[in-house]
């Protein structure tokens, strides 16, 4: 997972929510948990379109949302 770490339970979440956009700058690789709490915020403060996650952990003691979680193309 993109956003925890999680290496189970991995699912491709789409950016910009469009299923049909399958490019690979559009897919977030989340883990269920993480995804569904991430469709289940964006509703709840009113976003019609979730977005990327921002990390929540990094292994090297980075702050939350630091871009060394994220993905190699998008540094």
């Known amino acids: 997972c ?9 699912q491709a ?6 299923k049909s956009n399958n490019a690979p700058v559009n897919i977030q ?10 469709h289940s ?3 709840r403060i009113g976003r019609e379109v979730a977005g990327r996650m921002p990390c929540l952990a990094s ?3 980075y ?4 871009t060394a979680c ?4 998008t540094r």
């Open 2 to 10: 993109e956003a925890c770490g999680a290496t189970r339970w991995l």
């Open 13 to 18: 979440h789409h950016i910009d929510q469009d």
């Open 29 to 38: 690789t989340l883990c269920k948990f993480c995804h569904d709490f991430w």
């Open 41 to 43: 915020t964006a509703r």
């Open 59 to 61: 292994p090297q003691g």
């Open 63 to 66: 702050p939350l949302g630091h």
């Open 70 to 73: 994220a993905p190699s193309e």
